[in-house]
C-alpha cells in the first residue's frame, strides 16, 4: 500500500513493481560488488571466505544505501539522519550474517572449500539477506511520509463551538 496519492503512482500494484524492481537494480549492482569483491579478495589478496564477505559486503552495503535513499525509496521520509544509517546498516548486518553463514556452512561445514561452492553459498546468502533487506528497509528505514496533522483547537479558536452544562 502506498502512501503517496493515487494520481501521483497510477496504481499500488504498478507502483509496487517500479519500486521492486528498483530495489532489485540496486541489489543487481551491490551483488556486483560483493561477488567481484569477495572474488578478488580471496584470489588476488589470500583472504579467507568470511573475511572476503565480509569486506565486501561492507562496501556493497556503503553503495547500497546511497543508491536506494536516492533511487528506490526516494519517495519516503528521510531526515538524513543518523537514525536512518543506523537502522540501514544495523539491518545490513543481518543480511550480512545471512550471507556469511551461508559461505561458513559451506566452507566449514561442509568441507566443500571450490569456487563454484564458494559462489553458490555467496548467491544463496544473496538471495535469502535480499529478501530480508527488501522487507525490512520498508518496515524501518525508509518509512512512509507521515501525513501532516491539523493543529489541536483551542477554546479560544472562533472556529469552534464549545458546549458547557449539564446533560441528562
Known amino acids: 500500500m502506498s502512501t503517496l496519492p493515487r494520481a501521483a503512482t497510477g496504481s499500488s500494484v504498478s507502483f ?13 549492482i551491490g551483488t556486483l560488488i560483493s561477488f567481484l569483491g ?20 561492507v562496501i556493497s ?14 519517495h519516503r521520509d528521510s531526515a538524513g539522519s543518523g537514525r536512518e ?26 568441507g566443500l572449500e571450490g569456487a563454484l561452492a564458494y559462489n553458490l553459498a555467496l548467491l544463496a546468502g544473496l538471495g535469502l539477506g ?3 533487506r527488501y522487507w525490512s528497509y520498508k518496515k524501518w528505514v525508509f ?19 464549545v458546549v458547557s452544562g449539564q446533560s441528562g
Open 16 to 28: 509496487f513493481l517500479r519500486e521492486l524492481a528498483t530495489f532489485g537494480f540496486v541489489g543487481g
Open 38 to 57: 569477495a572474488n578478488l579478495l580471496r584470489t588476488s589478496f589470500d583472504a579467507g571466505p568470511v573475511l572476503a564477505t565480509l569486506l565486501s559486503n
Open 61 to 74: 552495503t556503503s553503495v547500497s544505501y546511497l543508491a536506494n535513499r536516492h533511487l528506490t525509496f526516494r
Open 85 to 110: 544509517v543506523a537502522v540501514f546498516f544495523g539491518l545490513n548486518g543481518v543480511g550480512m550474517a545471512i550471507q556469511v553463514c551461508c559461505t561458513a556452512f559451506t566452507h566449514y561445514t561442509l
Open 130 to 132: 535480499a529478501g530480508f
Open 143 to 161: 518509512t512512509p511520509p507521515v501525513p501532516e496533522r491539523a493543529e489541536p483547537r483551542t477554546a479560544s479558536d472562533p472556529g469552534l463551538l
